[in-house]
């Protein structure tokens, strides 16, 4: 199985594969714009170009992250652009077996599609996100009017 970075977000441990992530920076307070969605904290300069940051929990729970020490900002390759996620804290790069690793269920009543799977470890369930299916299509139109402009 391809390598993931595990971190936390709203006491819940989550994985994306590496060859979606570019990198991860210390959080930084992001320039807020109007008429945005409240998980959608605003933007920052990296790398001389523009940022847009999402706060992870508020968009898949709904509940504010609280900026800590250890909040961080995985910039993620979304479509054909960059995005930030704001997570809790970074757990590391992991391998996982095949056997760990367990598929989406579509008996589940789970109705999102960004899960794609379960990762057991150490008595823990990793949910496996896919960066690509986080939105709706509203939402993306949102997000590419920035990421484009």
């Known amino acids: 199985m391809e390598q993931s970075i595990v971190f936390i977000s709203n006491e819940q441990l989550f994985a994306l594969y590496?060859?979606?992530?570019?990198?991860?920076?210390?959080y930084q307070e992001p320039k807020k714009l109007p008429d945005t969605q409240d998980y959608f904290l605003g933007i920052i300069q990296y790398d001389s170009s523009i940022l847009p940051i999402i706060d992870l929990s508020r968009r898949l729970y709904g509940i504010e992250s609280t900026n800590s020490s250890k909040s961080k900002i995985i910039v993620v390759r979304w479509k054909d652009s960059q995005i930030g996620l704001m997570v809790d804290d970074i757990v590391g790069i992991q391998s996982f077996l095949p056997s760990q690793f367990e598929?989406?269920?579509l008996d589940m009543d789970i109705s999102n599609e960004y899960i794609t799977g379960f990762i057991k470890s150490s008595g823990d369930v990793i949910l496996v996100l896919n960066i690509d299916k986080l939105f709706s299509k509203e939402q993306e139109e949102e997000l590419s009017a920035v990421t484009d402009g």
Do not use: G, P
Request: proline letters at 0%.
């Open 18 to 26: 590496v060859s979606s992530v570019e990198k991860i920076v210390e």
């Open 103 to 105: 598929d989406y269920d």
